[in-house]
């Protein structure tokens, strides 16, 4: 089955860039998101990258896949303290509706 | 427009119990996934519902359970409730099976005393 391996914690300064990194191990995997989850909440959908695209900004975000390595990553460029929340990464496989979720990567913004 | 409606948010049952969580999505909406989240395994997928029939089934014993309705609202049941099912029961919408994009609920916290 596909395995997604995220690092678990990242603390970074207010106004610093943060790059959230993520490898998966299934190569047929289409669409690759990111999702966002506060304390005591669902997940936020942020972004995604289709697998035939190298990068995708969409404001501060930006998303840089490596299909060759499997590797993902989200850069939050500005990072505000509003932030602080868990990132997952998860890749979906070709034909199948079901997303796997890495551990998550909880990114903690300190003033 | 209203997001993805999931009932209720905070749940305590007794083990041996059965429950029924509920998920109306996006209205629109007509695929609707389920998904369990613990410290201990993370997020897992249970299963994917479209036009009222399971499309797609996740590795849980068949004390988990669904449906799907007319008006695309989900329901999930458990049965027989063991301890380990305490987690947070979260449900996904999508437009269509082949919609990209997956918007979540808030999620229902089951704790299983």
């Known amino acids: 089955g596909e395995d997604v391996e995220q690092s678990l914690f990242l603390s970074v300064r207010e106004g610093d860039s943060s790059v959230i990194n993520c490898t998966y191990t299934?190569?047929?995997?289409?669409?690759l998101y990111w999702y966002k989850q506060e304390p005591g909440a669902g997940l936020q959908l942020l972004t995604y990258?289709?697998?035939?695209?190298d990068m995708k900004q969409d404001q501060r975000l930006t998303v840089l896949l490596n299909k060759k390595d499997k590797h993902l990553s989200l850069r939050i460029a500005d990072t505000q303290t509003g932030d602080s929340a868990i990132y997952f990464c998860?890749?979906?496989?070709?034909?199948?509706?079901?997303?796997?979720f890495g551990s998550g990567t909880r990114l903690q913004v300190q003033p | 427009k209203a997001g993805v409606t999931q009932t209720p948010r905070y749940l305590i049952k007794t083990r041996g119990q059965q429950v029924t969580l509920s998920c109306s999505p996006i209205?629109?909406?007509?695929?609707v996934s389920w998904y369990q989240q613990t410290p201990g395994q993370g997020l897992q997928f249970l299963f994917e519902?479209?036009?009222?029939?399971?499309?797609n089934k996740g590795n849980f014993p068949g004390r988990f359970s669904g449906r799907q309705f007319s008006n695309s609202r989900s329901e999930m049941n458990v049965s027989t409730l063991e301890l380990g099912d305490s987690a947070l029961y979260l449900c996904?919408?999508?437009?269509?099976?082949?919609?990209?994009?997956?918007?979540f609920g808030q999620g229902t916290r089951l704790t299983v005393v």
């Open positions: 998860a890749p979906r496989r070709a034909g199948r509706r079901a997303l796997t």
């Open positions: 519902y479209f036009s009222e029939t399971q499309r």
């Open positions: 996904a919408s999508s437009a269509d099976r082949a919609n990209t994009e997956a918007f």
């Open positions: 299934d190569s047929s995997s289409t669409y």
């Open positions: 990258i289709f697998s035939n695209m």
């Open positions: 209205s629109g909406h007509r695929s």
